[in-house]
């Protein structure tokens, strides 16, 4: 697995590659839950890329 976390002023990037596996079952409950928290607290979408070879997860930071 190869994890690549970065940040910016107002965002959390985190991308891994894809890898197999002998489950490939998923409820895929995580991101929708952490898509719905999200947009209770903020305008601002998590973004959620799914592509052929990397997933890719950007995530809003909040201010306090």
């Given at each position: 697995?190869?994890?690549?976390?970065?940040?910016?002023?107002?965002?959390?990037?985190v991308?891994?590659?894809?890898?197999?596996?002998?489950?490939?079952?998923?409820?895929?409950?995580?991101l929708?839950?952490?898509?719905?928290?999200?947009?209770?607290?903020?305008?601002?979408?998590?973004?959620?890329?799914?592509?052929?070879d990397?997933?890719d997860?950007?995530?809003?930071?909040?201010?306090?």
């Amino acid at each position: 697995l190869n994890l690549h976390i970065s940040t910016s002023e107002h965002q959390l990037r985190v991308i891994n590659n894809k890898q197999t596996r002998n489950q490939v079952s998923s409820t895929g409950m995580g991101l929708k839950n952490l898509q719905e928290r999200y947009r209770l607290l903020t305008s601002q979408p998590v973004l959620v890329k799914d592509g052929p070879d990397l997933f890719d997860v950007t995530i809003p930071l909040l201010e306090r």
